[in-house]
């Protein structure tokens, strides 16, 4: 069985970059120097492993195109408005406040990194019995 284990931004400024990922929760798990062109930053959720690679190409001083085609990448969070509260204390605020894309859907919002990239925050829901709709057993709101 196959499974998606990364993707990989292509970054201005490594440090910059790095610093952002982690007030979104991320770690830096590993940094690999590729020859004298460049330095990969494997970062990841806690628990996770390492899902997203930063890519800085030694000597590049243009900010990278992203192009019409790039969308986001998505992280849950347990809590939107407290995850939201703690960017802000950070310098980080959405696009547009929460909101759902259908009634009954998860509350989202975006925000973007350094180089531009949209990162899509998606509420956990829970459904009436308590279950966990995305990967977790319990729900933490479940009362």
């Known amino acids: 069985m196959s499974e998606l284990i990364h993707t990989c931004y292509r970054v201005l400024d490594l440090d910059r970059s790095v610093d952002f ?5 991320f770690e830096e ?7 004298d062109e460049a330095i990969n930053v ?3 959720l806690p628990g996770d492993g390492a899902r997203l690679e930063l890519t800085y190409n030694l000597g590049r001083d243009e900010p990278y195109e992203i192009g019409t085609g790039y969308g986001h990448i998505a992280v ?3 809590d939107l408005d ?3 509260e703690r960017l802000a204390a950070q310098g980080i605020d ?20 350094p180089d ?12 009436p019995s308590g279950a966990h709709q995305r990967r ?8």
Not at 116 to 127: F, H, N, P, S, V
Not at 136 to 143: D, F, N, Q, V, Y
Request: glycine share 10%; proline share 8%.
């Open 116 to 127: 531009g990239y949209r990162i899509e925050l998606i509420e956990k829901r829970c459904d």
């Open 82 to 84: 407290g995850a939201l």
């Open 21 to 25: 990922y982690r007030r979104l929760g």
């Open 42 to 44: 494997f970062m990841g």
């Open 94 to 113: 959405p696009e547009r406040r929460p909101y759902r894309v259908r009634e009954g859907g998860s509350r989202i919002c975006f925000v973007r990194d």
């Open 136 to 143: 977790r057993p319990t729900c933490p709101h479940a009362s």
């Open 76 to 78: 849950s969070v347990d």
């Open 29 to 35: 798990l590993r940094r690999v120097p590729i020859r």
